[in-house]
């Protein structure tokens, strides 16, 4: 019932920045958290940011904090994945999740809805 339409991923040199976005549309009235997910070649699908829409309350992966920042747009029902200094181990692809559950998960098995996938490539 909430369909996810994910944009913004491309191909970026190390060191520069990409901002990807994720519209919610559907059944959108109940309270979410919404979060990103990035799986590598030969990688299992691995948690990197979410945000409730309590609050809001945000939190990270190690390995982006301090680089990546989420947040969310009310009014489109839209989230955002801010993407600094970008190294090429963040090469990936950067799903969308979202929850009906209003505190955000690491856990893969918290969501309930999934976008396509957006591919992120980092050349150095």
């Known amino acids: 019932q909430v369909q996810l339409v994910e944009s913004g991923g491309g191909l970026v040199q190390a060191g520069g920045s990409l901002r990807l976005s994720c519209a919610a549309s559907?059944?959108?009235?109940?309270?979410?958290?919404m979060g990103w997910f990035r799986q590598a070649p030969g990688k299992e699908r691995a948690f990197v940011a979410a945000i409730s829409w309590s609050a809001p309350t945000t939190f990270y992966a190690d390995s982006v904090k301090g680089r990546f920042t989420i947040s969310r747009e009310d009014a489109k029902n839209t989230v955002y994945l801010q993407m600094n200094k970008l190294k090429p181990e963040d090469t990936a692809v950067y799903y969308c999740?979202?929850?009906?559950?209003?505190?955000?998960?690491?856990?893969?098995?918290?969501?309930?809805?999934w976008g396509q996938g957006t591919l992120v490539t980092v050349s150095s």
């Open positions: 559907g059944d959108t009235f109940s309270t979410y958290s």
């Open positions: 999740a979202s929850s009906t559950r209003a505190a955000g998960s690491r856990s893969l098995n918290w969501y309930d809805y």
